[in-house]
């Protein structure tokens, strides 16, 4: 303790009650910060600090780790990603099945209208040019990136539905490998998504295998999360088998009503998989709703050959009527509410409305109105999907092995994203959520396990040894809540809104959010990955 006297502190969070990440009760003391890493925990009463601020019965936490955070190219055209420090976010996971490299020409005309309409010119290819762009934005929260099996089946396959022979099956091994020593800290899939859900198992398990070589691990929003989502999980479990690599099921869902309450039989697949030998854990976002493309309804084939292609099939008379015979087999409108569009007059129109509503106003069937609208804005249109049920999601995030995910991009209630006009409300509010309705209000765990599950929990499946965790020597990434205050105010009427009883975030041991106001700290890092 002499040396901790004479030290000088250039932080120290007096009295409050820490909540260390690990799941165990609170204990009161005091958080000694300097420079970006947290250099004491305890009776700091007497010790010198350049400031100290007194947290009474507040709760101070590790920073929050989003395990699916969708903000590689909003850091880089809002770089203030409010939306995640207002909710005590501090580190995401970010690439889902595509990622901000490897990078070509056919993927820039992929995104060209979001990429216009944001001012953001790509001019990076690898994974190393992309963090030096990032590092260039600031940005306010620190980015992992996997890199995405279908970002590389892109680029050198294209968008079609075409299999690798044995020669570009080697140049995708390698750009995976490329990415890995770049930092990604792994591979991911998003098998409902195109061209992700062109490939076959043998193709993911030889890219499996060059993450593996580099110590990484794969993540995967699975083939399917309703009908056969039993056969979705095995096809994850055999590459995690195969390949030798450790598995994270994203976003875990049942979907659909005709599935609801088949979550048991999820956890139990799952619990088997890890009894047998298998590293697989999973995470989830605290909604019934879903998020994603409306596009993504349109049934695989059509999307062969990419955006184009795809809507020519939409202006094509014999392939449309084909679209819409597959696609009224399984649709509820009335289940689906427009969140975003990049297309104005959609914009203004039609979103905050749910699709059944929108084809009155289209005055046309239900099914058109989709197509058309895809068309329309040429695959931009944003989604919530209300397809699960409150039991399932209860029992999926009671597990101990499930930690969170927002699924979502940074952004704010004002500046650019914001004129979307909406969002899923799981921007704003999920760790929030988390705290206060499903910890304190509902029981459904405790406020130190709701803690976990978005601090160690993550942190251990990046292989994080300097965050999660309020020790000694750790980074000072770091929240400040009141567990009786802690709630989520966002709703899908009003989703953007800022959660309320978490006034104060650190990220690398600076200010960014300081008794509620936002500061203009962005000491943000992109994390690489150390194989």
């Known amino acids: 303790m002499i040396l901790l006297l004479c030290a000088v502190f250039d932080l120290i969070l007096s009295g409050g009650r820490v909540i260390d ?38 709760a101070v936490a590790p920073g929050f780790i989003d395990l699916l955070g969708q903000t590689e190219l909003n850091a880089l055209v809002d770089p203030r990603e409010e939306s995640k420090i207002r909710q005590g976010i501090t580190t995401e996971l970010t690439g889902e099945g595509i990622s901000p490299a490897p990078m ?15 001012h953001l010119t790509i001019d990076w290819t690898d994974l190393s040019g992309y963090f030096r762009r990032l590092r260039k934005a600031r940005p306010s929260i620190n980015e992992a990136v996997l890199v995405g099996a279908a970002q590389v089946r892109g680029v050198v396959l294209g968008m079609k539905d075409v299999q690798p022979d044995e020669k570009q099956l080697k140049q995708m091994q390698a750009l995976v490998e490329l990415a890995m ?48 989502i039993g056969e979705a999980l095995d096809e994850a479990f055999t590459i995690g088998r195969e390949a030798k690599i450790p598995v994270e099921i994203w976003h875990l869902k049942v979907s659909g009503r005709a599935n609801w309450g088949r979550m048991k039989e999820v956890i139990g697949r799952i619990e088997a998989a890890r009894a047998a030998g298998l590293d697989v854990s999973a995470n989830m976002y605290p909604y019934i709703a879903s998020a994603n493309g409306l ?30 015979t597959e696609i009224g087999q399984d649709f509820h409108p009335e289940d ?31 099914a058109d109105a989709l197509i058309d609208l895809v068309a329309l804005d040429r695959g931009n249109v944003g989604v919530a999907r209300f397809g699960m049920n409150e039991d399932d999601v209860k029992l999926g995030l009671s597990q101990p092995w499930v930690s969170m995910d927002t ?14 006009g909406s969002a899923h409300p799981r921007a704003f509010g999920s760790a929030a959520r988390m705290l ?15 803690v976990r599950k978005m601090t160690s929990l993550p942190a251990r499946r990046l292989g994080l040894a300097d965050r999660g965790l309020i020790r000694a020597g750790m980074k000072a990434d770091l929240v400040v809540f009141d567990p009786a205050a802690v ?45």
């Open 21 to 58: 990440g690990t799941g165990a009760p609170w204990f009161r003391a005091d958080v000694g910060i300097r420079g970006d890493s947290i250099a004491a925990v305890g009776d700091l009463s007497r010790a010198k600090a350049k400031r100290r601020i007194e947290l009474h019965d507040l």
């Open 104 to 118: 070509n020409a056919a993927w820039i005309h992929e995104g060209a209208d979001w990429l216009k309409k944001y």
């Open 181 to 228: 020593k770049q930092g990604a800290f792994g591979l991911s899939s998003g098998l409902i998504y195109q061209p992700g859900s062109f490939a076959k198992t043998p193709e993911l398990v030889a890219l499996a295998k060059a993450a593996a070589k580099h110590h990484g691990f794969y993540a995967s929003h699975i083939r399917s999360e309703a009908k056969k």
């Open 295 to 324: 596009d993504a309804t349109i049934p695989d084939w059509a999307h062969d050959g990419g955006v184009d292609a795809m809507v020519a099939r939409i202006h094509d008379k014999v392939q449309r009527e084909r679209m819409l």
């Open 336 to 366: 689906i509410l427009l969140l975003t569009a990049v297309d104005p007059g959609i914009r203004e129109k039609y979103v905050g409305k749910r699709l059944d509503e929108v084809a009155r106003l289209m005055d046309e069937p239900a």
């Open 407 to 420: 699924d979502y991009g940074g952004m704010a209630v004002d500046g650019p994203f914001a004129a979307e």
């Open 436 to 450: 206060g309705h499903y910890a304190r209000d509902q029981h459904l765990f405790s406020v130190e396990e709701a």
């Open 487 to 531: 709630r989520d105010t966002p709703t899908f009427d009003k989703p953007l809104q800022y959660p309320e009883g978490i006034p104060t975030v650190l990220v690398n041991g600076k200010l960014v959010l300081e008794n509620g106001k936002r500061t203009r700290e962005r000491p943000g890092r992109a994390l690489l990955h150390s194989p």
